[in-house]
């Protein structure tokens, strides 16, 4: 038999919820960093990196509807996308955006750090166009290094036949079955053991900029001074607690719940499909915890759109004439 979602309910639900929250914020928060932005410079384009990618990451989600289906963990998707002659394509178009979402994190935190060193380095990081190039070959090395299976992995018809006829209850879902089941045992430990160590990497190297993020901020500057002082040091304070909350929002919503999935293709347990239902919930709840961090801690944000809301709340009540 096949393990089913104890929570269907809610993961029918929270999708569509999550994506017209995201849609209703992202061109709040892009509106905010193209016009009212400029005091963080290159910032704003890291800032608007990590909107787009998680906003597409949703809509990617309603449109393809992944899932997880167990004892013998495979990805689904929905079947008018999954049964056509690009069945690998959406699997590579889904990955390739979930990873730029998860890395777009990273690199706000990274500039966040190289900019608390005043000197050569934050001005090659704000002001040298070699920076962006770095940035982007870096990008492009992080996306094959994560899609390179998919060139060189052909789907196993035989195996999935063979697959297929040792679990006939898995026949309903045929043509909408992932790139990824486990009909190569094998080969998926190695995938999965793969991904959890490099997720495992980011967490590590993510962990340790941010506390030396948090001692130049915080400790170095109040010894010495060395860092911003006046006016621009308060924006970079500022900044610093967005990010510092946003590190928090991608690991409890983005990086902690893809290393679960992973871990749960291997495992196989009986609560997996539960399981990667709920970690799904999170990811894509995860734009909608990063876009609410930035509007609320990022002080110019907040303060322009009470100011727009609050324009717009006076002008209606003006306009009614009980009032």
Wanted: charged residues 15%.
């Amino acid at each position: 038999m096949i393990y089913e979602n104890a929570i269907a309910s809610i993961t029918h639900y929270s999708l569509p919820i999550t994506t017209a929250l995201e849609s209703f914020c992202a061109p709040l928060i892009l509106y905010l960093t193209v016009y009212h932005s400029a005091q963080m410079k290159r910032y704003r384009y890291f800032i608007m990196n990590n909107v787009i990618w998680n906003c597409l990451l949703n809509w990617a989600s309603c449109i393809y509807r992944p899932a997880y289906i167990f004892p013998a963990p495979c990805a689904t998707f929905e079947i008018a996308i999954h049964n056509t002659w690009f069945t690998g394509v959406s699997s590579v178009v889904l990955l390739f955006i979930v990873v730029n979402a998860e890395t777009s994190v990273v690199w706000s935190v990274l500039y966040r750090f190289f900019m608390s060193y005043p000197g050569w380095i934050s001005d090659f990081v704000e002001k040298r166009r070699l920076a962006i190039v770095l940035f982007v070959f870096a990008q492009i090395f992080v996306d094959f290094l994560v899609l390179w299976p998919f060139f060189v992995y052909k789907r196993p018809t035989a195996e999935q036949e063979q697959f297929l006829k040792e679990a006939p209850y898995f026949w309903p879902y045929e043509p909408s079955l992932g790139y990824f089941c486990s009909m190569d045992k094998e080969l998926l430990i190695e995938i999965v053991f793969g991904g959890v160590i490099m997720l495992m990497c980011f967490f590590a190297m993510g962990t340790v900029v941010f506390i030396v993020l948090c001692y130049r901020v915080i400790v170095v500057n109040k010894d010495n001074g060395e860092f911003f002082a006046g006016s621009l040091h308060r924006m970079h304070k500022i900044l610093f607690k967005a990010v510092a909350f946003q590190v928090l929002v991608g690991f409890i919503f983005l990086l902690f719940p893809t290393v679960v999935i992973l871990f749960v293709f291997y495992a196989q347990w009986e609560e997996g499909t539960t399981i990667a239902a709920v970690c799904l919930v999170l990811v894509q709840a995860h734009g909608c915890a990063d876009f609410f961090t930035m509007i609320y801690f990022i002080v110019p944000y907040r303060r322009q759109l009470l100011k727009f809301f609050g324009k717009a709340t006076s002008k209606v009540a003006l306009a009614d004439p009980a009032t």
